[in-house]
């Protein structure tokens, strides 16, 4: 038992270490290659840098009007998100913590919201902004992405609040607060990380998020940064160090809003397997 065990954590770890540079490579190739010189990158594109081109992120921002489209990405991010997890955070709370007639089939019908492709709707959606005269505008993109992560949101906050001790809202119950009182202030400050999964998961895919945005903008004042930086690409096709500096740059807000909730998210998944 003890030899199959050390095997099992022999290949997990090789193979988890294997995944792990197939996914970091490509990364590192691109932020070396964003402080090349053109001509630089064409002789050696695998080669480390002579000297370090700033520059090239300072025009690549200038060109490509990065300014534009991170506001834009910012806005819709951050409002999508807060919605869905301010909902998602509350349905769950109900759901996990209340007794009602109707519960399992809400619960289910949020279930249900994970197996619809999410592509799929997309020429729904199109028809139904059109008809609310919401087409090119930032709600276009709000509405879609709260509507296709509070499934997940649910699902993810609900089965970790189901765990806590009713002790928690009986103590709370004596002290002389009410539903939302307990909900705010002490089953929400202990679903933290939980909270910082579903957070994560929302920024990315908002962040990242192409097909709808493609279909339901058009103004380009008003395109987020994957839109953006295809535009980019479309113009500056031949300057290939630039391309890399402005996804380098799409790449950063990612990394820093993990590394802010890396602690939560850690947290989460120890007292995940505390509990299996």
Not at 66 to 76: E, G, K, P, T
Not at 153 to 159: D, P
Not at 244 to 269: H, W
Request: glycine share 6%.
């Amino acid at each position: 038992m003890r030899k199959k065990s050390l095997g099992f954590r022999l290949f997990a770890y090789t193979f988890l270490s294997l995944f792990a540079i197939m996914n970091i490579v490509p990364l590192f190739w691109m932020v070396v290659n964003s402080f090349k010189k053109e001509q630089e990158y064409a002789a050696s594109p695998f080669s480390l840098p002579e000297g370090l081109q700033f520059s090239n992120y300072t025009e690549a921002w200038k060109v490509a009007h990065m300014d534009v489209y991170f506001l834009n990405s910012i806005i819709v991010t951050f409002a999508s998100l807060l919605v869905t997890v301010f909902f998602g955070a509350l349905a769950s709370y109900f759901l996990s913590r209340f007794e009602f007639k109707l519960r399992g089939l809400t619960y289910g019908l949020f279930l249900l919201g994970m197996l619809v492709p999410i592509h799929a709707t997309l020429i729904p959606i199109f028809l139904i902004m059109q008809k609310l005269h919401f087409l090119d505008t930032y709600l276009s993109l709000i509405l879609p992405y709260t509507a296709f992560h509070l499934s997940l949101t649910i699902i993810i906050l609900e089965g970790f609040m189901r765990g806590f001790p009713k002790d928690l809202e009986e103590s709370g119950v004596m002290d002389g607060a009410g539903i939302f009182r307990i909900f705010w202030s002490i089953i929400l400050p202990i679903t933290r990380p939980a909270l910082a999964t579903v957070i994560i998961l929302n920024f990315i895919y908002n962040w990242n998020e192409y097909l709808f945005a493609l279909v339901l903008i058009s103004s380009a004042e008003l395109k987020t940064l994957p839109l953006g930086l295809a535009n980019f690409v479309g113009i500056e096709t031949a300057s290939f160090t630039l391309q890399m500096a402005a996804l380098t740059m799409a790449l950063i807000p990612i990394i820093i809003f993990y590394l802010l909730l890396q602690k939560q998210l850690v947290t989460g998944m120890t007292a995940g397997a505390v509990k299996g």
